[in-house]
């Protein structure tokens, strides 16, 4: 077994030359879903969070920030974070946070909040649940010269086939438009899409009662580099300023929205970011902060494999994997 723990020591050392890794998880399910099976589910992250307990010096995520800028560091310094506020972030990630006594960061976007859906779900429910086994786009406005208006949903593989080519297609589209097609997708589909998959706003206050931290995730989740000045200003504000009166405390750590830097996210968002008082921001670019990173920028990924060996040596490249921005 390769010794991840003193190879990780090496990479990621105590003080002013610590670097930061930051983990994103989107949504841990109670059970392996068949359309998705390499999505993490509750089993994997309890192994996941007691590799990770093992390895790293876990810490909440503005204390790391502060820690990062002061020059201290512990070795192996780790954060946990998850974006957009799923339900299964309260009612399964929680308990198994809890179980290892570790805290993690919670970026939601509050339009979602008490039943709302992200277009991309619809567009997943929608597949998922649809009765027929087959899903004819060809009507739609915006699908017939895309390539994806004709599936077959015989089997999870190709409604998993049929749910990555509708998204991949209309993911950079207008927000306004994107949320049409997806709902239309919905329409065509027949399928009965579930109104729970987000988190309430009591589970928000819950998070933040049991020690964890809440950032924004803007209210909506639109692609900021597609907005106008103001129209991003608006989306961060009040995703900033309804979660302060759900927890009755200041947020000051924000998420872009897919995050990858110049397609996702711009100079001038990261600008909105530092004027609207946020003191740090995290993007989903690969690599680790260090002493000399731009604090609204701050790099997050997750290994995506499934041995233990394995995510430790991922997790350690990522420690020396160049470092991305809008830079």
Request: aromatic share 8%; glycine share 6%.
């Amino acid at each position: 077994m390769i010794p991840i723990k003193p190879v990780l020591s090496v990479l990621s050392p105590q003080g002013a030359n610590g670097r930061l890794s930051v983990l994103l998880f989107h949504r841990v399910q109670a059970k392996p879903d068949e359309i998705f099976p390499g999505e993490v589910d509750a089993q994997q992250f309890d192994e996941i969070l007691g590799w990770v307990k093992n390895w790293c010096n876990v810490l909440p995520l503005d204390e790391a920030v502060n820690r990062l800028k002061t020059g201290s560091l512990p070795a192996r310094a780790a954060a946990i974070t998850f974006d957009d506020g799923y339900a299964d972030n309260h009612d399964v990630a929680l308990p198994i946070l809890q179980r290892h006594g570790l805290k993690a960061t919670f970026f939601v976007a509050t339009g979602f909040l008490n039943g709302g859906r992200m277009w991309n779900d619809t567009v997943i429910e929608a597949i998922r649940h649809a009765p027929q086994n087959n899903l004819d786009l060809r009507t739609l406005d915006g699908f017939q010269n895309s390539g994806a208006t004709q599936w077959r949903l015989d089997s999870p593989i190709q409604r998993r086939n049929a749910i990555a080519a509708i998204i991949g297609h209309i993911k950079y589209e207008h927000p306004q438009r994107r949320e049409a097609l997806a709902n239309a997708v919905a329409y065509c589909s027949r399928a009965a899409l579930p109104l729970n998959l987000m988190m309430r706003d009591e589970q928000v206050r819950s998070l933040h009662r049991a020690g964890m931290q809440i950032g924004a995730h803007t209210h909506t989740h639109p692609i900021l580099a597609m907005l106008d000045a103001q129209t991003t200003h608006d989306e961060i504000l009040r995703s900033k300023v309804e979660l302060e009166s759900l927890i009755d405390q200041p947020v000051s750590l924000f998420a872009y929205p897919n995050g990858r830097p110049k397609l996702d996210y711009t100079a001038e968002n990261t600008t909105v970011v530092r004027r609207l008082g946020f003191a740090a921001a995290v993007s989903t670019a690969t690599g680790v902060a260090d002493g000399n990173s731009d604090f609204l920028q701050i790099p997050r990924f997750t290994p995506w494999d499934r041995t233990r060996t394995r995510f430790g040596l991922r997790l350690a490249a990522n420690l020396v994997a160049k470092r991305q921005s809008i830079q």
